[in-house]
């Protein structure tokens, strides 16, 4: 039928989301990291902290998890057990967070800060999820 055609993506098309949510999660990640790493003191007391050496290994951590992310993004065919991966730490992490906010002592400001954290990071493992099963689809109608 004529204007009636069907439109398949291509393969970089239906990687697209999760391609895009691991560099913007990585992004995040590395800046995050390096003002952990950068600004660890500023960045304790305003979380009310008193102990702020911790915060540097975190952001070291953050910029390792960066990488890897980064990496992970910009193979020509992404792999789904490393993206899988990613919304898993994403996940741990925002539940993490969450546990931590009735464990410490934080600031009024860091305790917004870190649920302010744990929302964005649940975001991106929400949009790496539905990017991993966008391509699970794609593969299924490929092969059926």
């Given at each position: 039928?004529?204007?009636?055609?069907?439109?398949?993506?291509?393969?970089?098309?239906?990687?697209?989301?999760?391609?895009?949510?691991?560099?913007?999660?990585?992004?995040?990640?590395a800046?995050?990291g390096?003002?952990?790493?950068?600004a660890?003191?500023r960045?304790?007391?305003?979380?009310?902290l008193t102990?702020?050496?911790?915060?540097?290994?975190?952001?070291v951590?953050?910029?390792?998890?960066?990488?890897?992310?980064?990496?992970?993004?910009?193979?020509?065919?992404?792999?789904?057990?490393?993206?899988?991966?990613?919304?898993?730490?994403?996940?741990?992490?925002?539940?993490?967070?969450?546990?931590?906010?009735?464990?410490?002592?934080?600031?009024?400001?860091?305790?917004?800060?870190?649920?302010?954290?744990?929302?964005i990071?649940?975001?991106?493992?929400?949009?790496?999820?539905?990017?991993i099963?966008?391509?699970?689809?794609?593969?299924?109608?490929?092969?059926?």
């Amino acid at each position: 039928m004529k204007g009636c055609e069907i439109v398949t993506k291509s393969p970089p098309d239906s990687q697209r989301l999760l391609r895009n949510a691991l560099l913007c999660n990585a992004l995040f990640s590395a800046l995050s990291g390096l003002a952990l790493v950068f600004a660890h003191n500023r960045i304790g007391t305003l979380l009310g902290l008193t102990e702020n050496d911790s915060l540097t290994g975190l952001g070291v951590g953050l910029i390792l998890f960066a990488t890897a992310l980064a990496f992970s993004a910009r193979r020509s065919e992404l792999k789904l057990p490393e993206a899988s991966v990613a919304v898993a730490l994403d996940f741990a992490w925002v539940l993490g967070s969450y546990v931590i906010l009735f464990l410490v002592p934080f600031s009024t400001h860091g305790k917004w800060l870190i649920a302010a954290i744990a929302d964005i990071v649940l975001a991106f493992g929400i949009l790496q999820w539905l990017g991993i099963h966008r391509i699970r689809n794609f593969r299924q109608q490929r092969e059926g």
